[in-house]
């Protein structure tokens, strides 16, 4: 069993930076993957970047790709998204995920990210 709590969020101009945290508590969070996504009003929960069980392999949308990065502290069970150059368009909540690259189980609830033009 993993719980998951994202924190980080907020306001923020665009072309500005945010770094959103999720902590993880359980044992096992080193056997996961972690992901992020985001959910923007009236859209459907999209992928933003996921990161394996070491933090050796990571994956973007393309959309984030260049502008986001993410990472995973192991030892402090904390995985990380840094969002550099934030565009309107990043405007979402964002949640963070752990299981298998694909069928994430365990999922965060949720921090909003604003991004003003």
């Known amino acids: 069993q993993v719980q998951l709590v994202e924190s980080g969020g907020g306001l923020v101009q665009a072309g500005g930076s945010l770094r959103l945290s999720c902590s993880a508590s359980g044992r096992t ?7 992020w996504f ?7 929960r999209e992928f933003v970047a996921s990161i394996n ?15 986001f990065t993410i990472s995973r502290d192991n030892a402090k069970k904390v995985v990380y998204l840094q969002m550099n ?19 994430y189980k365990y999922w965060g609830q949720g921090t909003q990210v604003t991004v003003s033009s």
Do not use: H, I
């Open 53 to 67: 069980w070491s933090g050796g392999s990571t994956y973007y949308a393309d959309s984030v790709k260049g502008r």
């Open 38 to 44: 985001r959910q923007a009003p009236g859209k459907e």
């Open 85 to 103: 150059s934030l565009k309107p368009e990043d405007t979402a909540v964002y949640y963070c995920a752990a299981g298998e690259v694909g069928n």
């Open 29 to 35: 969070f080193t056997a996961y993957a972690l992901g």
